[in-house]
């Protein structure tokens, strides 16, 4: 007497279709995070020609030991507001480039960033790449 049944199930599982699904799901994920990603940040890049949109009227530079300069010209940090209103006075489009070396305290950046916000003077942060 033979009991067995006539519709055996195999007990072995194909990958190849969860892999379709996992390949699939891989590449949906790679083109759609370009799109999400440059929104993430709001970064003014160079031109392809080299130019940029700004034009960099000033350039301060805060050095490790706290040392102001406008330019290459050593300004100590009590006038240096009056000495960027004096340069930039009648500039279109004002433009600071802003030069802080890593040890600089946050502080001394942020206080030149007040300076510009408050007399409306665009500023650029410049940084090393790495």
Known sequence: MNLRGRNKVSPEFSMSSMTDIVFL??????????VITPEA???ILPKAKGKTTNKQNLAVSITKELEVYINDERISKNNLELELQ?????????TIILRAEESVPIQDAVNVMDIAKRNEYKIVLAVKPQ
């Open 86 to 94: 004096k340069r930039l006075r009648g500039v279109e489009e004002p």
């Open 41 to 43: 940040l709001d970064l």
């Open 25 to 34: 799901l891989l590449v949906f994920f790679m083109l759609t995070s370009p």
